[in-house]
T-cell receptor, first 112, second 116 residues
Framework: GEDVEQSLFLSVREGDSSVINCTYT??????LYWYKQEPGAGLQLLTY?????DMKQDQRLTVLLNKKDKHLSLRIADTQTGDSAIYFC????????????FGAGTQVVVTP | DTAVSQTPKYLVTQMGNDKSIKCEQN?????MYWYKQDSKKFLKIMFS???????INETVPNRFSPKSPDKAHLNLHINSLELGDSAVYFC???????????????FGEGSWLTVV
């Protein structure tokens, strides 16, 4: 997990935007993922981006990729209390399919 | 309908016991995986099977033995359980074992194993 780094905690007010940041290390052809884990629940795939893309938008979620800085971010618009969870950034190269490098996760707490 | 389902969800057992966790996927995928999430939340791959054949076998004690009776099922058997085996075990599946557009990995709900 040490190749993918994330801040550990984010507090955000309901209705505001959340931005979760992640840095990764592999510069080869890479898929970058965001997974969500609610307490006592499994990993839910939110979205993913391939390393030849800069941005991907899916409803309230926007993923931005800065390949030069190897920086990935997930923006959640209009954050709701149901968005409270741990968000994992993960990378996986096409040469090592299945061998994710996960970050430690960012605990997002949404307050009313 | 759950795409990737694992049973049991919670398992508490004593050291030295042998236990199994079962996994089934109804997505028609060829490839299945077992991952271990440790107490620090890091997720590491243990095994992967493609069409019932073992393709990834990370450094895992021999006490862990996966079995794939068909491509929709991948079970994990653990012998002589130790305290350090306590973790969350995730099953997952994907269409194929290669990185390609449209291929991604879907996880099950996880099985919380506690060894006492």
């Amino acid at each position: 997990g040490e190749d993918v780094e994330q801040s550990l905690f984010l507090s955000v007010r309901e209705g505001d935007s959340s931005v979760i940041n992640c840095t990764y290390t592999d510069s080869s052809s890479t898929y970058l993922y965001w997974y969500k884990q609610e307490p006592g629940a499994g990993l839910q795939l939110l979205t993913y981006i391939f390393s030849n893309m800069d941005m991907k938008q899916d409803q309230r979620l926007t993923v931005l990729l800065n390949k030069k800085d190897k920086h990935l971010s997930l923006r959640i618009a209009d954050t709701q209390t149901g968005d409270s969870a741990i968000y994992f950034c993960a990378e996986m190269t096409t040469d090592s399919w299945g061998k994710f490098q996960f970050g430690a996760g960012t605990q997002v707490v949404v307050t009313p | 309908d759950t795409a990737v389902s694992q049973t049991p969800k919670y398992l508490v057992t004593q050291m030295g016991n042998d236990k199994s966790i079962k996994c089934e996927q109804n997505l028609g995928h060829d490839t299945m995986y077992w991952y271990k999430q440790d107490s620090k939340k890091f997720l590491k791959i243990m095994f992967s099977y493609n069409n019932k054949e073992l393709i990834i076998n990370e450094t895992v004690p021999n006490r862990f033995s996966p079995k794939s009776p068909d491509k929709a099922h991948l079970n994990l058997h653990i012998n002589s359980l130790e305290l350090g085996d306590s973790a969350v075990y995730f099953c997952a599946s994907s269409k194929s074992p290669q990185g390609a557009s449209g291929n991604t990995i879907y996880f099950g709900e996880g099985s919380w194993l506690t060894v006492v």
